[in-house]
């Protein structure tokens, strides 16, 4: 088992991840108070998107799901900044992360062939330039559209220090999180 697990992490890792490791869904800690920011829309998401609070779905609905798995594939992509007030650069950073993510994901599935699994990335979903769910119509592309790790309410930072994945990469950096919960083969 440990050497499928070491493949997970070099593929994420040849897919650019910065850093990777195995997490235990066990240890994940979900706390119910990090959706508040969903709802107080920090990110101007809230209530705009299919895989964002609320139509994602109550707290205790998606711990279950989660919970359902034994394992996940933690990755995060780091980027240099301007400043740490560059705007633009953070967005290209998702960008970029988001095409990791999705590298990431395509080689649990094809090389690896893990199909049970709960892909979750950072953020809002942005797959479409606009999301169906704001004209009140079914998901165009479900297969393409991923909630966030924050929409479970994952303490991500918690996370990252178990897995020995820095959450701070320096001054002028952003990172941004991926978790692929799977069962084992």
């Known amino acids: 088992m440990e050497t499928v697990y070491e493949a997970l992490v070099q593929a994420a ?36 998107n299919w895989v964002c609070p609320p139509a994602v779905g109550a707290f205790a609905e998606l711990k279950a799901r989660a919970c359902r798995y034994a394992n996940g594939l933690l990755f995060q992509t780091v980027h240099q900044m301007k400043s740490s007030f560059d705007w633009q650069g953070m967005m290209a950073a998702k960008k970029n992360h988001d095409k990791v993510f999705r590298d990431i994901l395509a080689a649990v599935r094809n090389k690896h062939n893990l199909r049970d699994i709960l892909p979750l990335n950072a953020g809002a979903c942005e797959f479409c330039a606009k999301c169906s769910y704001l004209d009140n119509e079914p998901c165009r592309f479900p297969e393409e559209a991923f909630a966030s790790v924050e929409a479970y309410g994952i303490d991500v930072i918690q996370l990252e220090k178990a897995c020995g994945i820095p959450y701070y990469n320096g001054k002028n950096t952003v990172s941004y999180v991926g978790l692929i919960l799977f069962n084992p083969i």
């Open 13 to 48: 890792l040849a897919a650019k991840a910065d850093h990777a490791a195995i997490a235990e869904v066990a240890n994940i800690k979900f706390v119910e108070e990090f959706r508040q920011a969903c709802e107080q829309n920090v990110c101007r998401k809230y209530n705009t």
